[in-house]
């Protein structure tokens, strides 16, 4: 199994299967939903002006 690095994952541990890897990454990982709110937060860039 592996752990969710993300600070407000709701489920926390994936079985490597479920979530489509076989052995574990290097450095932190995020699951598919933590993963998918990382990338929409805002990150401090201004659109437009």
Do not use: N, T
């Not at 407000?8 to 489509?20: D, E, I, K, P, T």
């Not at 890897?21 to 437009?48: A, F, N, R, T």
């Amino acid at each position: 199994m592996i752990g969710c690095d993300g600070p407000q994952c709701v489920l926390q541990w994936y079985h490597f299967a479920c979530v489509g890897i076989e052995s574990p990454p290097d450095g932190d990982w995020l699951c598919p939903e933590c993963e998918m709110m990382d990338k929409s937060q805002d990150h401090g860039y201004i659109v437009g002006d």
